[in-house]
């Protein structure tokens, strides 16, 4: 199956599969080219809506492929959409993407997950095995539980590469620390390794890769027993920044625009 219609597919870019009643999807490939294509864009946010719908699923666990969001992936990423001039090991200043519309709908895309997670009416957990750089780092803290293997690290690679952060990762990280250490992170573009993301609170807990994929399948079934009218209603009270953030999402999108 090509596209998200049902809730259990499988394809090049994604696979789900319902377990314990956790649809587990994981992301496939390079995480970059699958959020900015067309037919994506046409069927993730219906997909999310179909689980949020079911009465057989409690709640969604993200898993990923180790490359998926790495800083490889995003370099490929980034050497289709700016072209020739752009070198990973020396990066200039952008002035131009060579597939503008390959970058906005990166963007658009990554928003508009971004709000269909937080106004989720079910439990969302996000299992990160291997390197994540800064878009999905950010993507990831709209989640309601995070988890990594020992061998995952943060990357924020967007100062090495002249771009301003985005997946609302400046909107989210102050809601865990401080706004000194928020710049700090943003303006240094510091690498965080799993033990330094438990410390900061960023992720719930991590685990060793030969146990990591059972752990969260075993944390996440736990985890969604919560009744399904209390997590609805915690939710509420607890994302109650929504309008906030679709500003910020709106100013994301200028900047990228410019």
């Not at 394809?11 to 599969?17: A, V």
């Not at 590469?161 to 989210?172: K, N, T, V, W």
């Not at 807990?205 to 399904?228: G, H, W």
Request: aromatic share 10%; charged share 25%.
């Amino acid at each position: 199956m090509n596209g998200l219609k049902d809730i259990e597919f499988s394809n090049n870019e994604f696979q789900c599969i319902v377990e314990n009643d956790i649809a587990v999807l994981t992301i496939k490939g390079n995480a970059f080219n699958s959020v900015s294509s067309i037919t994506r864009n046409l069927d993730i946010i219906p997909w999310f809506d179909k689980v949020e719908k079911s009465l057989e699923v409690r709640g969604v666990l993200v898993l990923n492929e180790k490359e998926a969001m790495s800083e490889n992936a995003y370099v490929n990423f980034l050497k289709d959409i700016i072209g020739d001039e752009f070198d990973s090991e020396n990066p200039k200043e952008i002035s131009r993407f060579v597939k503008n519309e390959i970058r906005a709908r990166e963007i658009t895309i990554l928003g508009n997950l971004i709000r269909k997670v937080i106004s989720f009416r079910k439990i969302i957990v996000i299992a990160i095995n291997g390197d994540i750089v800064s878009p999905f780092f950010g993507l990831s803290l709209a989640a309601d539980f995070r988890f990594a293997s020992a061998n995952t690290n943060f990357i924020l690679s967007h100062i090495k590469y002249r771009l301003h952060p985005s997946g609302a990762l400046p909107f989210f990280l102050p809601n865990y620390l401080g706004q000194s250490k928020v710049a700090e992170l943003l303006f240094r573009g510091t690498k965080l390794p799993a033990t330094e993301l438990k410390k900061l609170g960023l992720i719930n807990d991590f685990y060793d890769d030969s146990e990591f994929i059972e752990r969260a399948k075993d944390e996440a079934t736990q985890i969604c027993k919560v009744s399904l009218n209390v997590v609805q209603s915690t939710k509420k009270l607890l994302y109650r920044y929504k309008n906030s953030l679709n500003e910020y999402l709106d100013l994301e999108s200028e900047f990228m625009m410019r």
